[in-house]
C-alpha cells in the first residue's frame, strides 16, 4: 500500500503563502495547495485515518502523505471520468456525495473538483426526503453513496417522478483508489489545478443549510471557498502532534482541519468512519496517535469533562470546539483542570470566522476571537439587557458578489483588546409574548440544561401572557413521576429566572411540561434543537398548559374581593404586592396603572389573585371563570377592573369593539392625514374574500375598492357580503362601510367602469392586488385570452396613477401559482412574465407577483371548500373504506393566514423583489398528518396510492367527488402535494410578520375542518 504505512516525516514543512483576498495570490483553489505540497512536502502526512479491525476492536492506522494524496486523488478522477461522469473529461452537472466521514470523502471531493464537477456534499445524517429534495433542487442526477448510505440513496429517488434519470454509484474503499494508484504509476508533474482557473462566480461546492426553517437549502461555493477555511489561523509555528478532529467532513466545520493540514502541515487524524464520539473512545485515539491538538463540539467536551480525560487534554496545544455552546459547568471544569479552550465561530455560509490559535492565559473560553483576514463587518444594533453593545456580523464570502449577514446577535468581551465576541442569542430565537414583550430565551434553557438530570430544556410562549418550560430528562422518568421530577429541577428554575426579566420568568410549576427522555426532538443535522418544529410537535401540550391556567385556580392566593368594595380591595391588593408609582394623593382609581409602573409579570400575578379571590364566593364564581388571560391589559385601570368584574357578561368583553376604538386612536394620533386605498379583483373568492376582510378591518386602509363580474338583478355588495358570510367572514360596521363594490368588465376598456368610477379609482387607488382568475382547469392556454388583457388594463391602471404625479408610488400585486402543465398554471406563468415586462418598463409603480402554495381552510372558522382536492380525497376514502398511503412532506397554509401574508406583501414599501413564494414555512410529513385524519375520520385502513386511484377510478361519481378530479390526481396531485415542489419563502418572511408566525397545521385545525365537513353534510 505505498507509504500508507509510514510515520509522519520529521523534515520541515514547507509552508504555502496564502492570503485570502489578494486577487494576485497563485493560489486559487484548494487544489492549488495539494499540488503545493506533493511537491514541496511529499512525504509530510497529510492524515491519519483510523480504522478497526473485522472485528471492530483494535484500532489501525492508515498513514496518507501528501504525495498519497495527490495521485489517490488522480486515480480517483480517472475513474470517475470512465464511470460515474460516461467517459466525459469535464461536466458541469453537479455530482452528490452521500459518504461516511472518511478521508475517502476528500479523495472524491478533490477528484470532482479536479474534473470540475460541482459537488454536492450531502450530510450522512440527513433523512431521504431531505436527500430528494436537494438533490432537486441543485438538479442533480448522479450520487456516489458509501455502502451502509444507498439504501437510504434509494429511498429518496423511489419516488422521484424521473427515478430513471438517477445513477447511484457505490464508494470506493481507500484500499481500492490506492492499489489504483500504484497500477497507474501516474506523473507527479499532473496538475490538479489544471488549466485556467474557474470564473469566480463559478460554482465548485454545495453545501447545505441545517433545515432551521424546514427543508435544508443548498449554499453555492466557488473554488476559492475553502480557502477560507485553509487561511483561518494564527499559528506563527505549528504544533507538533497531529491535530484529532471529532468533527464530520460532510460539514462545513468539518472540512477546517483537513483544510488546516493543507496550508500550516498540522496533520489531521480522523476517528473510524461512523462512529458516534465518546469520551473513552477520544482519549484512546489521542494517545494513540500522540495527538498535540483536538477539534471537536460541546457534546463530546462535556462528555470528556466528566471522564479521565482531563489529563490528556491539558497537554494538548489547543482544544477548540464549535457548532455549539459549551456547558457553563463543564467549560470551567476543563479550563481548573488546564485545559486550553478555544472557542470557534463561523456559518456554513460565510466559512470560519474565527481562527485557530494557541490560547494564552488571558484567554477567555467564552469568547470566539474574529478573524482580521475576511473583510468582517459589525454594525451595533442596540444595547441588550445588562447595558452591553450589541453587534450583528456581516461579511462577503469569498466568490459571493453579495453581503451575507448572520442572525446571531454579538456582544464584545470586555476589556479585551482583541476582537473577541460571544454569541448571545439569535434574531430568529426571540419569542414575543401577546402583550409585545420580547424573551430571548437562551440563558434561561442554558442555565437549566446545567442540571445534570436535565437532558434538554426550551422556553415556550409565542403570542401567550407568560412563558413555560419543556424539559427533557437525562434518563428515563415514569409519567407518575414527572411532578417529582419538576421538583426536582424547580429550584435550578428559580436561579435561572434570577437572570431574566420580570417578564421572561416561568412563575408556576404548571408551565412545566416534562416530555419522554427517549423522544425524537426536532434537531437540525447537525444536532441543533429545531424550536419551531418543537412547539409543532408538542403543540398539544403546550395548549395544555394555558388552558389549565386559565382555568386552575390557587386557593393560596384568595384574598378579600367584595362586590360593593372592589374598588378598596382591588387597590389594597395592588398596595400589598406591587410597588407602583402613584401621584402625592396615592393611587387614583382612574390611574392607568402600566403608566404607574405595573409591568407584564405583576399584570399576569394580579389576574391569578383576582381569579383566586373571586373564585372563593360561591356569588362571584362565575366571574372568575369568565376572567380573561389579558384582563389588565384590558382594563388597565381599578375603576375599569372593578366595572368589569361587575358587569363580567357585558360588551366590554366583547373584541369586536377594539376595532372602533382603534380606528378612533389611529385618527386621534396618525401623524399623516394620507388615505390609504386598495383595489382587489377577485373578492368573492376563497383567497381574495379574506384578503378583503383583512384590509377592511385595518386601521390603515380607508376604502377598498372590490372589482366583480355583473350579475343581473343582484346587488354588487349584498353578493360581496353573501360570499364573505358562506365562508364565516363578518365585517363589523366600520369595516363593512370601508368597502365599495363595483361590478366591471376587466377585459374591457376602462375595466368596464364608468367615467366617473374609473376616473375615482385612478385618483385615489394605491394599491392593487389582482387576486381574481377563471377557476376551470380544463380551459387551454388559448381560453385565457381574456384573463391576459384583463392583467394589461389593471397594469395600465396602476401605470397611469404612478404618472398622475401623486407623492406615493403605486403598487400592483398578482397572485399566481406553482407551475403545472396544464392550461390554468401555464397561463398563470404567462402572466407572470407579463408582470415581469411591466416590472422592467414601469418606473413610476411597483409590480409584483405572489406565487401561492398549497391554501387549507381557514384556521380559525374550520371553514374548507368542499370542492377543493383534499376535502374530495378525504370524501371519497370515507366512501371507499381506505385512505391513499402518501410520502413525503405537505406544507399546507390556511386561507386566512395566507390572505394575512398577501396583505403584507402588498402594503410593504422596503422590498424591490418581483417574486414572493407564499407557503407554510414549517413542512410537515404525510405519515404524521395521515395518523390525524385517521383518527378524526375513524377511517383505519390505508392503500397504496395506484390501488387507490384504480378503486377511485371504478366508483361511482355521485358518491365521490374525487372521481371529478381523477386527471389530476393521477398527473399531478402526487408530486404537487408531497414535497416534490417546494417554494422557498425567505423572501416572504422577511417582509411579511404574519408568514414569521405561520407554523404546522394543527390536529385542532384538522378537527375543526373535519366537523364543519360534518355539520354540513359533506361528510357523513
Known amino acids: ?111 470532482l473538483m479536479h474534473r470540475k464537477v460541482p459537488v454536492v456534499l450531502l450530510s450522512a445524517r440527513l433523512s431521504p426526503s431531505a436527500i430528494e429534495h436537494l438533490l432537486k433542487a441543485t438538479g442533480t442526477s448522479k450520487i456516489i453513496a458509501s455502502a451502509n448510505l444507498l439504501e437510504r440513496v434509494k429511498d429518496a429517488v423511489a419516488n422521484h417522478v424521473s427515478f430513471e434519470q438517477f445513477s447511484v454509484h457505490e464508494q470506493e474503499s481507500l484500499e481500492a483508489l490506492i492499489a489504483r494508484d500504484e497500477s497507474m504509476s501516474m506523473s507527479s508533474h499532473t496538475s490538479l489545478a489544471q488549466g485556467t482557473p474557474t470564473k469566480h462566480t463559478e460554482h465548485s461546492l454545495i453545501l447545505h443549510s441545517s433545515g432551521t426553517t424546514g427543508m435544508p437549502k443548498p449554499i453555492y461555493h466557488t473554488e476559492r471557498y475553502l480557502l477560507a477555511f485553509a487561511t483561518c489561523h494564527d499559528l506563527p509555528v505549528t504544533p507538533d502532534g497531529p491535530c484529532l478532529s471529532t468533527l464530520p467532513l460532510f460539514h462545513g ?22 462512529e458516534i464520539p465518546n469520551a473513552p473512545a477520544m482519549v484512546h485515539y489521542l494517545r494513540l496517535v500522540n495527538a498535540g491538538s483536538l477539534i471537536s463540539v460541546p457534546s463530546v467536551l462535556e462528555d470528556m469533562a466528566a471522564s479521565d480525560g482531563l489529563k490528556v487534554l491539558k497537554q494538548l496545544a489547543f482544544v477548540a470546539f464549535g457548532g455549539g455552546k459549551l456547558k457553563e459547568s463543564a467549560g470551567q471544569a476543563l479550563i481548573v483542570g488546564g485545559v486550553p479552550l478555544l472557542n470557534h465561530y463561523g456559518a456554513t455560509e460565510s466559512g470560519p470566522l474565527a481562527p485557530i490559535f494557541v490560547p494564552g492565559s488571558d484567554y477567555d473560553w467564552h469568547y470566539f476571537r474574529l478573524r482580521e483576514d475576511a473583510g468582517i463587518q459589525l454594525q451595533p444594533t442596540g444595547v441588550n439587557d445588562d447595558g452591553r453593545q450589541q453587534f450583528r456580523l456581516s461579511v462577503q464570502p469569498p466568490g459571493w458578489n453579495s453581503i451575507f449577514q448572520i442572525q446571531d446577535e454579538l456582544v464584545r468581551a470586555p476589556l479585551s483588546v482583541h476582537q473577541n465576541y460571544a454569541a448571545v442569542g439569535r434574531m430568529d430565537d426571540v419569542l414575543v409574548l401577546a402583550n409585545g414583550e420580547k424573551v430571548r430565551p437562551g440563558i434561561l434553557e442554558a442555565q437549566v440544561t446545567e442540571h445534570p438530570d436535565v437532558k434538554s430544556a426550551i422556553v415556550f410562549g409565542n403570542d401567550q401572557t407568560e412563558v413555560g418550560l419543556l424539559l427533557q430528562p437525562a434518563h428515563r422518568v415514569d409519567v407518575q413521576e414527572h411532578g417529582r421530577f419538576v421538583d426536582l429541577i424547580w429550584p435550578d428554575i428559580q436561579n435561572a429566572n434570577l437572570l431574566m426579566d420580570a417578564h421572561a420568568q416561568v412563575l408556576s410549576k404548571q408551565c412545566v411540561i416534562v416530555v419522554p ?145 382603534m380606528d378612533k386612536l389611529v385618527a386621534q394620533y396618525s401623524t399623516s392625514n394620507r388615505v390609504h386605498i386598495a383595489l382587489i379583483t377577485g373578492a368573492t ?176 372558522t374550520g371553514i374548507w371548500n368542499e370542492e377543493e382536492h383534499i376535502p374530495a380525497l378525504l370524501k371519497s376514502s370515507l366512501v371507499m373504506g381506505a385512505l391513499p398511503e402518501m410520502s413525503g412532506t405537505l406544507s399546507w397554509i390556511p386561507v386566512d393566514q395566507a390572505a394575512e401574508v398577501a396583505c403584507d406583501i402588498l402594503l410593504d414599501t422596503g422590498s424591490e423583489r418581483l417574486c414572493f413564494h407564499v407557503e407554510s414555512p414549517i413542512r410537515q410529513s404525510w405519515a404524521d398528518m395521515l395518523s390525524i385524519i385517521r383518527r378524526q375520520l375513524g377511517l383505519h385502513k390505508t392503500t397504496a396510492y395506484d390501488q387507490w386511484l384504480a378503486e377511485l377510478s371504478q366508483t361511482a361519481s355521485t358518491d365521490s367527488p374525487a372521481v371529478k378530479l381523477l386527471p389530476n390526481f393521477q398527473t399531478h396531485f402526487e408530486r404537487m402535494a408531497c414535497g416534490q415542489v417546494t417554494l422557498d419563502t425567505f423572501a416572504a418572511r422577511e417582509v411579511s410578520p404574519a408568514l414569521r408566525r405561520v407554523g404546522g397545521v394543527s390536529d385542532v385545525e384538522i378537527g375543526r375542518y373535519v366537523a364543519r365537513w360534518r355539520e354540513s353534510g359533506f361528510l357523513k
Open 253 to 274: 466545520y468539518g472540512l477546517l482541519p483537513s483544510c488546516l493540514a493543507l496550508s500550516v502541515g498540522l496533520t489531521v487524524c480522523l476517528p473510524p468512519k461512523s
Open 685 to 860: 373568492g376563497g383567497l381574495g374574500s379574506h384578503v378583503v376582510e383583512h384590509l377592511a378591518k385595518s386601521p390603515n386602509i380607508h376604502t377598498v375598492f372590490c372589482l366583480i363580474r355583473p350579475e343581473p338583478e343582484c346587488d354588487p355588495k349584498a353578493r360581496l357580503l353573501k360570499a364573505l358570510s358562506l365562508r364565516g367572514l363578518d365585517l363589523d360596521e366600520v369595516a363593512e362601510s370601508k368597502v365599495r363594490v363595483l361590478e366591471c368588465d376587466l377585459a374591457s376598456q376602462d375595466l368596464g367602469l364608468s367615467g366617473e368610477d374609473y376616473q375615482q379609482v385612478l385618483t385615489s387607488v394605491r394599491w392593487v392586488m389582482h387576486a381574481g382568475w377563471p377557476m376551470d382547469f380544463k380551459l387551454t392556454l388559448a381560453s385565457f385570452a381574456p384573463a391576459f388583457q384583463a392583467l394589461r388594463n389593471l397594469l395600465s391602471l396602476v401605470d397611469k396613477i404612478g404618472r398622475s404625479g401623486r407623492d406615493a408610488t403605486p403598487k400592483f400585486v398578482f397572485i399566481s401559482c406553482c407551475a403545472l402543465d396544464i392550461g390554468y398554471a401555464r397561463a398563470k406563468l404567462v402572466c407572470e412574465a407579463i408582470v415581469e415586462h411591466a416590472s422592467t418598463h414601469c418606473s413610476t409603480a411597483t409590480v409584483q407577483y405572489i406565487r401561492m402554495g398549497q391554501l387549507c381552510g381557514n384556521s380559525k
Open 1 to 111: 500500500m505505498g507509504d500508507m504505512a509510514a510515520a509522519t516525516s520529521s523534515d520541515d514543512f514547507h509552508r504555502p503563502v496564502v492570503t485570502l483576498r489578494d486577487p494576485d495570490c497563485p493560489f486559487h483553489s484548494i487544489l492549488d495547495l495539494v499540488d503545493f505540497n506533493a511537491k514541496h512536502n511529499p512525504n509530510h502526512t497529510f492524515a491519519i485515518q483510523l480504522t478497526k479491525d473485522v472485528d471492530g476492536g483494535l484500532t489501525e492506522k492508515l498513514v496518507i502523505s501528501f504525495r498519497t494524496l495527490k495521485s489517490t486523488i488522480l486515480a480517483c478522477s480517472n475513474d470517475l471520468a470512465q464511470t460515474v461522469l460516461g467517459g466525459a473529461p469535464e461536466a458541469s452537472q453537479p455530482v452528490a456525495l452521500l459518504m461516511a466521514s472518511h478521508v475517502c470523502l476528500i479523495i472524491y471531493m478533490f477528484a
Open 517 to 661: 427522555h427517549d423522544a425524537e426532538l426536532p434537531r437540525s443535522d447537525k444536532g441543533s434543537i429545531l424550536r419551531r418544529e418543537v412547539y409543532t410537535t408538542f403543540e398539544v401540550e403546550i395548549s395544555n398548559v394555558y388552558t389549565r391556567l386559565d382555568n386552575s385556580v390557587n386557593k393560596k392566593l384568595a384574598e378579600p374581593l367584595r362586590w360593593e368594595n372592589f374598588e378598596d380591595d382591588i387597590s389594597t391588593m395592588l398596595h400589598k404586592h406591587c410597588h407602583l408609582r402613584s401621584q402625592p394623593g396615592g393611587l387614583s382609581p382612574d390611574d392607568d396603572l402600566f403608566a404607574r409602573g405595573l409591568d407584564s409579570l405583576q399584570a399576569v400575578q394580579l389576574r391569578r389573585r383576582q381569579q383566586a379571590s373571586l373564585a372563593n364566593s360561591q356569588k362571584m364564581a362565575l366571574q372568575a371563570e369568565s376572567l380573561p388571560r389579558d384582563f389588565v391589559y384590558r382594563f388597565p385601570s381599578i375603576r375599569k377592573m372593578a366595572d368589569a368584574m361587575r358587569g363580567v357578561h357585558h360588551e366590554e368583553f366583547d373584541t369586536e369593539f377594539d376595532q372602533v376604538a
